[in-house]
């Protein structure tokens, strides 16, 4: 009897040539398990796809929920962004997808893993970093790791095999999607100087196609998780897809970034992510409104070392457990509306409220009603100053002269 390998499986063109070279290469009885995080329409053509290529199960598991509630709003929470740019869409879904793969595989006793990324992506970090942190007994095996093969020696394979895969050599882009955003990578796209072709993107219209009247839309939070739009409560997988339908409707979402992998390659990576950019940008201006100065400027660090550790694969970490602590106490009072203007690619925050709002018009304001006293403003000159003036004066005032000398 064959030993069992729980394969996750996309229904693409890795995963899916995977399955027969896990039996020739290994006799292992495949397992598919297919993760729905936002990634696709229909899992039952996914399911039968991974049978009919040779797998003894096949599985769908509905992470959606899990996905946005306990690693997309975390993130955001924190703002998230890699290199100031990628939202983590993919990052964010693989620790989830591997801590339901390690379930699988105690259920069905299986004592080996298996994914589909190949040896220069981010996502092989991803998937075994955290398959050895939550099940260190089991062997991973990574097929398009190992077989070394190109992608168009990949596509002839499974030609060969009559394997169908929603791919060709000319049309070789590799894209991997969930509620969170789509990325978009090979093909022409590898060339940095090449403007992404029409046919690449799919959630957005083109600027110059989108509608020439701007649409407004508001947005509630409560305590840092979105929960409304234009005044209408939602849950997270709604929120999120509506979003995604109306910002990418009028062009907003893409992405062109030259990205640092973990492995240490700059690679060129095109994401659309309407949601996840509106979403960051709604939740960034209404923190402004309500957290202090010094709390905004740490928070910033915060979240740049959030981004690079679930970037580099690092969710099931301590240190991950204590900045979300640290984003938590920072959200008590993140709760408010943010209205933003879509236009033509663009999205722009136009209106803020918050009920423990730290702006006051009256302190802000120069009319009639300021409140500001601005005799205080002498003394905290001369205080605020008072060590930039001791300096100068002891130590850099003759400090040209004697460079001279």
């Known amino acids: 009897m ?21 039996k020739e290469k290994y006799n292992l009885d495949v397992i598919a398990v297919s993760i729905d995080v936002g990634n696709e329409r229909d899992f039952s053509t996914i399911q039968q796809k991974a049978l009919d290529v040779g797998a003894v199960k096949s599985l769908v598991k509905d992470a959606k929920e899990l996905f946005v509630n306990h690693f ?63 099940a260190p007994d089991l062997k991973i095996i990574a097929p398009a790791r190992e077989w070394g093969m190109t992608r168009e020696q990949t596509i002839e394979y499974a030609q060969r095999y009559s394997i169908p895969v929603p791919i060709t050599v000319s049309s070789p882009y590799s894209i991997d999607e969930c509620l969170w955003g789509r990325a978009i990578e090979c093909g022409v796209l590898e060339d940095p100087w090449v403007e992404p072709p ?25 305590k840092g998780i979105p929960v409304s739009i234009d005044g209408k409560k939602m849950g997270g997988i709604s929120l999120i897809q509506q979003l995604n ?22 690679s060129r990576e095109i994401y659309e992510a309407p949601a996840a950019l509106v979403l960051l940008q709604a939740h960034l201006a209404l923190e402004a409104l309500t957290l202090s100065r010094d709390q905004l400027r740490f928070k910033q660090r915060i979240a740049q070392e959030y981004a690079d550790l679930v970037y580099n694969g690092l969710w099931f970490t301590g240190l991950r457990q204590d900045l979300n602590a640290y984003v938590s106490s920072s959200q008590r009072f993140v709760t408010g509306t943010v209205r933003l203007k879509l236009f033509k690619g663009s999205s722009m925050v136009v209106g803020r409220k918050a009920p423990a709002s730290l702006y006051s018009y009256g302190l802000a304001t120069y009319d009639k009603d300021d409140k500001f006293d601005a005799s205080y403003a002498e003394g905290f000159m001369r205080l605020w100053g008072l060590s930039a003036k001791t300096q100068f004066q002891i130590q850099l005032a003759g400090e040209d002269k004697r460079e001279e000398a």
Request: aromatic residues 8%; negative net charge; glycine residues 10%.
């Open 245 to 266: 339908e109306l910002a990418g409707e009028h062009g907003v979402g893409r992405i062109d970034h030259i990205e640092d992998r973990v492995v240490g390659i700059k």
């Open 198 to 222: 029409a046919d690449a993107f799919a959630w957005t219209k083109s600027p110059i196609n989108a509608p020439g009247e701007p649409a407004y839309v508001e947005i509630g939070f409560n």
């Open 72 to 134: 997309v709003f975390p993130a955001l929470r924190a703002n998230a962004i890699y290199e100031g740019q990628y939202p983590l869409a993919t990052a964010l879904g693989r620790p989830l997808m591997a801590k339901l793969l390690v379930d699988v595989a105690r259920e069905e006793e299986a004592k080996v893993v298996a994914h589909g990324c190949t040896g220069k992506g981010n996502d092989q970090v991803r998937f075994e970093v955290a398959f050895n942190a939550l």
């Open 2 to 22: 064959s030993d069992k390998v729980v394969l996750a499986y996309s229904g693409g063109l890795d995963t899916s040539v995977a399955i027969k070279w896990l």
